[in-house]
């Protein structure tokens, strides 16, 4: 009964690096999410993907790439990493059908020096 | 635009006292509505949500909510603080075209013993 998985916790990256957020939901929904979240600014939508086959732009898509593998998998990438993409990564997956909210993961820890 | 406003960053309450968070939201059809708890190093979960009916909703761990259309608002109250309680809280708008939730900036909550 895992719910929302995210691979790595914590990861620091050289400026210019690359690196994927790897994301997973086990309650079958259709809906899958990237916020991050920053000081201050509480929980900025990156990208999403409303059902499996589809991505739109959030609010800060710059810098970020998503793919929604499968319907159980929604990765984010950074093809080059810059310090001002430091922040706290959440993925979070939801079916409002049933009347939820989201179901968040733990989150991932990103430090780019 | 959609938006939440929490106008309080940080609230210090004593432990056994009462507690209101404040919430303003701006959008245009009835709002759906949800409140998050975020404890350190850790994913935001799920204390209560809104979609229609009664406006006074109850939530997990004690909390309730209520919604004031003529007033914009969907505060958060507990009658009686528990230590534990101490976390940051997060005030979230559903919007439509993918079930995106708009957050506030988030209230952080400190109890003193």
């Known amino acids: 009964n895992a719910g929302v998985t995210q691979t790595p916790k914590f990861q620091v990256l050289k400026t210019g690096q690359s690196m994927t957020l790897q994301c997973a939901q086990d309650?079958?929904?259709?809906?899958m999410y990237w916020y991050r979240q920053d000081p201050g600014m509480g929980l900025r939508l990156i990208y999403y993907?409303?059902?499996?086959?589809?991505?739109d732009k959030g609010e800060v898509p710059n810098g970020y790439n998503v793919s929604r593998l499968n319907k159980r998998e929604f990765s984010l990438r950074l093809e080059s990493a810059a310090p001002s993409q430091t922040s706290v990564y959440f993925c979070?997956?939801?079916?409002f059908g049933r009347g939820d909210g989201y179901t968040f993961g733990s989150g991932t820890r990103l430090t780019v020096v | 635009a959609q938006s939440v406003t929490q106008p309080d960053i940080h609230i210090t309450v004593s432990e056994g006292a009462s507690l209101e968070l404040r919430c303003n939201y701006s959008?245009?059809?009835?709002?759906?509505l949800f409140w998050y708890v975020q404890s350190p190093g850790q994913g935001l979960q799920l204390l209560l949500k809104?979609?229609?009916?009664?406006?006074l909703v109850q939530g997990i761990k004690g909390f309730e909510a209520e919604f004031k259309r003529s007033q914009s608002s969907f505060n958060l109250r507990k009658p009686s603080v528990h230590w534990s309680d101490a976390a940051e809280y997060f005030c979230a708008v559903l919007t439509g075209g993918g079930n995106k939730l708009t957050f506030g900036t988030g209230t952080q909550l400190k109890v003193e013993l």
């Open positions: 993907s409303a059902s499996e086959g589809t991505t």
């Open positions: 809104y979609f229609s009916g009664d406006t």
């Open positions: 979070a997956s939801s079916e």
């Open positions: 959008y245009g059809a009835t709002p759906y």
């Open positions: 309650m079958n929904h259709n809906s």
